[in-house]
């Protein structure tokens, strides 16, 4: 007896089979082969699957084998489910018949056995098996999230969303009520859209995430359920420095669930998380805009219950008590990782060892970690085997003092000659190091003047039109130019210059405000946000939970006022198409049951 999704894929592999028997026989017919070099007739062939089976019906099964997995590249998952499917297809024909080892009678050319089982059929399951090995021997995980590739999303998210949009947005009301966010020339308030909505927050979402699993190494799983009450904001550090953080309370981590004897304090999966020089790496800045943004467009502060990471639905309804799937989540990373151009095979799980692998051996002279704090700081248990932590760490460790693709780079690292090229971070600085320092330096004062410059033009642009709007008579003409302002490289005989840079953002960046706002007016309006309607609980008691929502309401799920209690507005208007329909489902439901 198998079960019901198994059948499903067994009968799915067996309309295949007969596909691709037929494709077959149909191309033999066409070309009208009776019998083929080999001395196979096309009568037979096609009845090679039916009752009874032939000589030929073993080598159709290693032919549709060799075609899935060996042409069309499918894994050994899919010879094992093929084999299995065509095993039951003979088990199960004529009682016990074909049940069995397989054995063709030479003499009368009867079959008796599985020919699924034939010796052909499994040497070319041994062959895509012993395959499948060979190709993953080579790298098989994912890679690390380096520094590196956390600058380039964060890069490419800047220029879909600035921090300054996240920063700007606000709510009127107290509930609900459509978001605004403050364009940054005219100060104009806009109503945001659905689709300026789903923009901002997947930025958001995805810069508080990223940084938070890069710092705290935690799974996919274990930072998608993390919920507010879990944080403890405005924390004090200890004297003589203060410093400003928060903390971070951790539980029923992997590896300390399955510590032997474990029976230490509570605080020691507490995390207290400062503000960090690279901005890019920094949970404390990001997470705590995210905070900010959920909390905006919501309508209302936190609740301890809320989740940091919450779902957000096609429609724009943010639902802080329910987390984001893992499913969902993988397809915005992957979609984020594949527009900031990361090439390489990445997995939520990348954050954890890209974040431990910096804090081990890539973080800046002196500030590398021990193997005990990394031990804690991953929860690793005090019982894990060494080995597999060391070569968890030191994967790239091996890569990096063994290969020497960098042999051109103009700086040598020497990561043979000590521990990830400390000695070159100690070396005193030459002077051809120096002149590439001020070099640079040139460059970024001269992209400051260029963007200043431009800026100053387009105040001047705004002023002198709305003087010209005032004063119609010319009088603008007195108003002088930006190219005044002595932003320009100068030379030494006063004459101003032109320094001409190559940008260095390698992507396009973000529509400019005006066309963004005249995009946002053609598009509706984003929901009011708290009102929400549950869907309905599957099984023989959903009109029960209908009734429930409308007479009662369904607070654990977010529907705190009853459905009939509802105010006009939360359900008509704008409103309607995303809640009127549901809430009349419910309705009807409960007129029928009065």
Not at 35 to 50: F, N, Q, R, W
Not at 396 to 404: D, V
Not at 444 to 460: F, P, V
Request: with cysteine.
């Amino acid at each position: 007896m198998t079960v019901k999704n198994t059948s499903a894929a067994y009968n799915g592999q067996m309309r295949r089979i007969h596909t691709f028997l037929a494709e077959q026989v149909k191309m033999r017919v066409d070309n009208s082969v009776a019998v083929c070099s080999l001395g196979i007739p096309t009568d037979k062939l096609a009845v090679a699957l039916e009752n009874p089976p032939n000589k030929y019906s073993s080598m159709v099964v290693e032919m549709f084998i060799t075609q899935k997995c060996i042409i069309e590249n499918c894994k050994e998952q899919v010879a094992e489910q093929i084999h299995a499917a065509l095993c039951k297809h003979w088990d199960t024909m004529d009682g016990d018949k074909y049940t069995g080892a397989y054995k063709l009678d030479e003499k009368t050319r009867e079959v008796s056995g599985c020919p699924a089982r034939a010796q052909c059929v499994l040497d070319i399951k041994k062959a895509v098996k012993i395959r499948g090995k060979t190709g993953s021997a080579t790298r098989g995980h994912a890679e690390a999230f380096t520094v590196e590739n956390m600058q380039k999303l964060m890069r490419f998210s800047a220029q879909q969303c600035s921090n300054e949009c996240l920063e700007g947005l606000q709510n009127k009301q107290t509930l609900g009520g459509p978001c605004l966010y403050e364009t940054t020339i005219t100060g104009e308030k806009v109503p945001l859209t659905v689709d300026n909505l789903k923009e901002i927050f997947e930025n958001g979402f995805m810069r508080a995430f990223s940084t938070s699993a890069f710092t705290l190494w935690t799974r996919c799983f274990e930072l998608l359920s993390l919920t507010y009450g879990k944080l403890k904001l405005d924390c004090i550090g200890h004297a003589p420095w203060y410093l400003a953080h928060f903390k971070v309370y951790l539980e029923n981590r992997k590896g300390w669930q399955n510590a032997q004897g474990y029976d230490g304090p509570q605080t020691s999966n507490t995390y207290e998380i400062y503000p960090q020089d690279m901005l890019e790496i920094d949970m404390y800045s990001h997470l705590l805009r995210w905070i900010h943004v959920l909390e905006t467009l919501l309508g209302r502060p936190l609740k301890p219950e809320d989740k940091l990471f919450p779902n957000i639905s096609v429609n724009g309804t943010i639902s802080p008590h329910e987390e984001m799937s893992y499913n969902t989540f993988s397809k915005m990373f992957n979609r984020f990782t594949t527009a900031a151009h990361l090439t390489g095979v990445y997995t939520t799980h990348s954050y954890r060892q890209g974040g431990a692998q910096y804090r081990f051996i890539f973080a800046p002279y002196g500030t590398c970690w021990s193997l005990n704090k990394v031990r804690w700081w991953g929860g690793w248990a005090e019982g894990e085997n060494v080995d597999t932590l060391m070569k968890y760490l030191m994967d790239s460790l091996q890569s990096f003092e063994n290969g020497h693709g960098d042999a051109l780079h103009p700086v040598m690292n020497g990561f043979n000659d000590s521990f990830m090229g400390e000695h070159t971070e100690l070396a005193p600085a030459t002077a051809s190091e120096l002149c590439e320092l001020k070099q640079c330096v040139n460059v970024q004062m001269a992209l400051i003047n260029q963007g200043l410059n431009k800026k100053i033009d387009g105040l001047m642009s705004c002023i002198t039109s709305a003087i010209a709007d005032a004063h119609p008579t010319g009088y603008v003409d007195h108003i002088p130019s930006s190219n005044t302002s002595g932003l320009s490289g100068c030379t030494d005989t006063g004459h101003h210059q032109t320094v001409h840079v190559v940008p260095t953002a390698p992507y396009p960046p973000h529509p400019q405000n005006a066309a963004y706002l005249s995009k946002a007016k053609n598009s509706r309006l984003v929901p009011l946000q708290g009102i929400i309607i549950p869907n309905l609980k599957a099984g023989s008691d959903t009109w029960k939970n209908a009734i429930e929502q409308w007479e009662r309401g369904e607070p654990e799920c977010g529907l705190y006022i009853p459905l009939k209690d509802w105010p006009l507005e939360w359900y008509t208007g704008d409103m309607r198409t995303f809640t009127g329909s549901k809430r009349r489902d419910r309705q009807l439901v409960a007129l029928a049951y009065e």
